[in-house]
């Protein structure tokens, strides 16, 4: 029973760690409809910027995400333009083109942190890595926690942006019918760039997450590109309330199948939780 | 006059590189490889490579082998065992390499092995555990000092059984060196009568340990054996230190991989204490051989330019071996038959400056030179500090002991 409610409780940390990375890929291609499959190497990215700064000025993960983020905004504006200019201007099979524009995105971005940092793993340092809050016998990881309590925070603050502000109003206006939007007298594409540039920047502060939960190395993406994927189409495409809900859900599925029944399994919760998702309700769980 | 000088200079540059190159112009003696530039085992890829790279650049210094340049022809396999066959072929079949080196580590040597069997090609191992004993290549050669297959679980047990410990938790990753490191250890705990505990073999990607070391704490083993790759040794580490292991355990480690590597122990610091782990080659006294330090003032040097393991231990002397052990092989048979130099290989024992080397009829070493150590009086990010000795107390082999082991686990940390 105790470790039960401890594969709970560290599966609703590790799923709170999951929405976090999940949410900018949920605005980039639940919203928008990028085939951003460049999105974990740019998370990976953030995680060498935050180790950069943690490593040559001492300052904490958090706040280098947080200062890398205005970066990443600019960044994403850049991404979106280059896509939007080379291939969704151009017709209808944008996407399928777009997948392989962003794999090509991401596998430069993998030998670019190659060349400039080598392929050792690398890590960060904070008081509250390596430390754990103990209540009796059940201790849980401070990381996890400070990871449990930005992801909650972060995912929070952009879905109040997209639902309450006149800007995520319009995102989501361009996201569900773009022409209306054009007859507006609103240019739909500044405000997707201007969206995507929100999901990128999103990565600041989830790239000092990932590298605070555990190191990370160059190829590191192509461990996140299931699950992030996963998370977002399980929700609902779109849905930012709906990522944290389902990665909650996957977090604590994963946490009980690696405590009561054995590691192996793991890997196959995602993918079989999404079938289950998507055969019960096609539209994800908060999806419209 | 002035004509004169210059024909006689002409002709003086036209005599020496002549010379030259009647030496140039022979084809290059070409060694293929694959090495993992990328992806989980690419630090150790390219600290194994650069040990390559400096024998080659040493033995061309000499004149080469008969007389012809070494050239090296290297792919990056990505760390993939996907990518293996498909570059061995190439090497073999159009760049017409003529030997074959192997890449570091078991998961990407494991599919070519069938491969040089049916071609009937020499193949000098790079690290792997265990990939020939099922194919039985009478051509095979490990550069690894592991030796026979059950002396690296058995010599960590029998650490683990004088401290006290009576039964055992394993920890696996799921690839192949893991879980051949796994099968002998069941193996050897069998024999001796140890139960097994606590068994669980976890998927590459494993993001995240915590759970899987409550499970592992529930048990309450006295022996924790864990092989692991390098990017979940770091993980599994930290998870111990932050969920706690348990003051039944008499001993943790044995075969986690990553922790030879300077980055990941720079990283880990203080979190290593009292881990007892395997390796290779450390910085004792009773390590150092005929050219071992000649070796590392170079390694150091080219190592930061190269961006890789500063330190080197654990692959980089085994490469540079490799080289050794062929020169010496071509040097003697003065030729490049590789049934020859597998003959050659297989009956004489070999110099390198990692010490003695002889095979067994496997293709392994004839005696384990692995070591098992224990992290000691370890300081939180200094890599410096490795460079000296005590920070791996060897505890095994008994030739090459430095110290004793410091048990429980819990009590050996602090």
Sequence with gaps: MDLLLGAVVLGVLLGCFYAAVSVGLSVSFGLLDVPHVAHPAFLVLASYGVYQLNESYDIDPLLAGLAITPLFFLFGLLAYRVYYETFERRGSDAAVRGIAFFFGIAFIIEVLIILQFGVDQRSVSATYIGKSWRFGEFRIPIRQLVAFAVALALTVLLAVYLSKTFMGRAIRAVAQDEEALRLMGANPVRIKQFAFGIATAVLGIAGALLIIVAPVEPTLDRAYIGRTFCVVVMAGLGSISGTLIAAIILGVAESIVLTLFGASWAPAISFAMLLGVLAVRPQGLLGR | ?414
């Design chain 2, 1 to 414: 006059m002035k004509r004169r000088t210059f024909l006689g200079g002409a002709m003086a540059v036209a005599v020496v590189g002549h010379g030259s190159s009647a030496l140039a112009q022979q084809p290059p003696i070409k060694i293929g490889m694959s090495m993992p530039q990328t992806g989980g085992l690419a630090g150790g890829g390219k600290a194994s490579l650069l040990g390559i790279e400096i024998w080659r650049d040493d033995v061309n210094a000499k004149g080469g082998l008969l007389g012809r340049k070494v050239e090296l022809v290297v792919y990056d396999d990505k760390s993939s065992a996907s990518e293996t066959p498909a570059i061995y072929a190439k090497l073999v079949d159009v760049d017409k390499v003529d030997l074959l080196f192997a890449p570091y580590a078991t998961v990407p040597t494991a599919p070519i092995m069938p491969f040089v069997k049916q071609r009937g090609l020499l193949l000098m191992g790079n690290f792997s555990f265990q990939v020939n004993s099922k194919v039985g290549h009478d051509m095979w050669f490990n550069n690894a000092p592991w030796g026979p297959a059950d002396s690296w679980a058995a010599s960590f047990l029998d650490l683990a059984q004088k401290a006290g410990g009576k039964n055992m938790a394993l920890l696996t990753a799921d690839q192949e060196f893991a879980q051949n490191l796994a099968l002998t250890a069941r193996d050897v705990a069998k024999k001796r009568n140890i139960p097994i505990v606590f068994d669980q073999v976890y998927p590459p990607n494993t993001v995240e340990f915590s759970s899987i070391i409550r499970a592992l704490k529930a048990a309450k083993p006295d022996i924790v054996y864990v092989a692991s790759y390098p990017p979940d040794s770091a993980g599994i580490l930290r998870a111990v230190n932050e969920i706690g292991i348990g003051d039944s355990v008499k001993i943790f480690g044995g075969g986690m991989v990553g922790l030879q590597f300077a980055a990941v122990m720079s990283n880990l610091g203080s979190l290593l204490n009292g881990v007892v782990n395997y390796n290779t080659w450390l910085p004792e006294k009773s390590m150092y051989f005929d050219g071992t330090k000649e070796f590392f003032d170079k390694y150091t040097k080219r190592a930061v330019e190269a961006k890789v393991d500063p330190l080197g231990y654990y692959l980089a002397p085994f490469g540079y071996a490799m080289g050794q052990m062929i020169e010496a092989a071509v040097g003697a048979t003065k030729s490049l038959d590789q049934k020859g130099i597998a003959k050659y290989l297989r009956e004489n024992e070999h110099k390198t400056i990692v010490g003695p080397i002889a095979f067994s009829a496997d293709g392994e070493r004839k005696e384990t030179a692995t070591l098992q150590a224990q992290f000691r009086g370890v300081k939180d990010k200094d890599i410096e500090q490795f460079r000296s000795s005590g920070r791996q107390v060897i505890l095994f082999p008994d030739k090459l002991k430095t110290g004793e082991l410091i048990t429980p686990f819990e009590a050996a940390r602090n």
